[in-house]
């Protein structure tokens, strides 16, 4: 299984941003796998955001809770984050990653900057 984020690298304070993860060689909807989104602040240490199940149902670290969605792509087997009112302490590295038990995870993307600044 391989993963690959991507969206836009720079927004403003309270803009919304939407990352893309394009899964290949693995189905998000037949493989039962939690598909999660992490990020890292700078100099800081991995923080889990949320996750999407196989079945569709979705997870949610309380931080986030209303203000971060995820979804996906069933056709071009595709997951994403959209998240609400960016704050600067929102930049981080993104990572989009998989795992067949909850909170684990076997498969990591290689990461995208996401920097939150006026």
């Known amino acids: 299984v391989q993963l690959q984020e991507s969206g836009p690298g720079l927004v403003k304070p309270s803009q919304t941003l939407s990352l893309t993860c394009t899964v290949t060689?693995?189905?998000?909807?037949?493989?039962?796998?939690?598909w999660s989104w992490i990020r890292q602040p700078p100099g800081k240490g991995l923080e889990w955001m949320g996750a999407i199940g196989s079945s569709g149902r979705t997870y949610y670290a309380d931080s986030v809770k209303g203000r971060f969605t995820i979804s996906r792509d069933n056709a071009k087997n595709t997951v994403y984050l959209q998240m609400n009112s960016l704050k600067p302490e929102d930049s981080a590295i993104y990572y989009c990653?998989?795992?067949?038990?909850?909170?684990?995870?076997?498969?990591w993307g290689q990461g995208t900057q996401v920097t939150v600044s006026s």
């Open positions: 990653a998989a795992g067949s038990q909850y909170l684990q995870w076997d498969y």
């Open positions: 060689g693995g189905s998000i909807t037949t493989n039962d796998y939690y």
